[in-house]
């Protein structure tokens, strides 16, 4: 079944994105052999194994028999699980009978979401155990983002420019017969305009709150994160992540208050509620933003 390919896929997922978030807090490279945080003893590849080694080596090392931390399996499976979603989401059961340029759209667009995955599942680790979200992380993100949305538009306008000039009657929609094709290029290149736009408008809203709290209520990290998910979700999922993230970050810090854990004015990391509303919002975005419309109509 596609999911059971997702989860496979996405458990290694999980096992990459832990190594990115501790490689990033800890300033290590991204290359280079994984090795035991306690004996410094280089991981042999059988020790690697995303979930089974851990269970077979009963949470310790091999090699100095230290307790790993149960973070690696947890992220693996959750991983795991948010991929395998996203292959039942998107690629549809007939994916093996399309066209190569349906698959190749359909591919592109699963392995896009399974960036912003791994990306999101990064930042809210770093940014939760301390307060920091990489550039490392967030900054290359970003490029491979923009590169990735300017690649699909030119693709999507040159299949419907083959599509046209192929067809008898197609090619009189080509210019200088008709704008018609120029009309549809644009409306193609929606997710990389909508995108750029909303990357802007995210990057100032953030830039403000920055100025306006002097930084003690955001900071550069969230500026350069809400700048990725304005450039991925565009509008106006975008502004549902923004709006989601608020909605839990009260949620969440109403509640630690009530529990005695902070106090009114008391600052929280703002990271993980925007990387967990971007991760809702690939899933239920539409629904939640129907939802929304729908309210707001009525009243």
């Keep these: 079944m596609i999911w059971v390919s997702g989860l496979?896929?996405?458990?290694?997922?999980?096992?990459?994105?832990?190594?990115?978030a501790d490689r990033s807090l800890t300033k290590r490279t991204f290359w280079g052999r994984s090795y035991c945080e306690k004996c410094k003893k280089h991981l042999a590849w059988y020790d690697l194994f995303p979930v089974l080694s851990y269970i077979f080596l009963k949470g310790k090392c091999r090699y100095c028999k230290s307790k790993l931390s149960f973070e690696y399996p947890l992220s693996e499976v959750l991983m795991g699980l948010m991929v395998a979603g996203i292959f039942y989401k998107y690629v549809p059961l007939n994916f093996l009978e399309l066209g190569w340029h349906d698959q190749t759209l359909i591919v592109s667009s699963v392995l896009f979401y399974c960036l912003i995955l791994v990306v999101l599942a990064a930042v809210f680790i770093t940014d939760f155990k301390t307060g920091y979200i990489p550039d490392r992380i967030t900054y290359p993100s970003i490029w491979i983002s923009f590169v990735y949305l300017l690649g699909i538009s030119m693709f999507k306008v040159y299949l419907i420019y083959e599509a046209l000039k192929d067809s008898p009657v197609g090619k009189y929609l080509l210019p200088p017969h008709s704008n018609y094709f120029y009309t549809h290029a644009i409306d193609l290149s929606a997710p990389l305009f909508s995108g750029a736009l909303m990357a802007l408008v995210l990057g100032v809203f953030f830039y403000l709150l920055i100025l306006i709290t002097r930084g003690k209520g955001m900071g550069g990290g969230d500026l350069k994160l809400g700048v990725f998910l304005g450039l991925v979700f565009g509008f106006p999922y975008a502004?549902?992540?923004?709006?989601?993230?608020?909605?839990?970050?009260?949620?969440?810090?109403?509640g630690l208050i009530l529990a005695g854990k902070k106090k009114f004015g008391q600052t929280i990391p703002f990271g993980p509620f925007l990387s967990l509303a971007g991760i809702i919002s690939i899933f239920w975005g539409s629904q939640i933003l129907g939802w929304y419309l729908s309210l707001t109509l009525t009243y």
């Design 239 to 254: 502004l549902v992540v923004l709006m989601l993230s608020f909605l839990l970050g009260s949620v969440f810090g109403v």
């Design 8 to 20: 496979i896929i996405g458990i290694c997922l999980g096992s990459l994105t832990k190594a990115l």
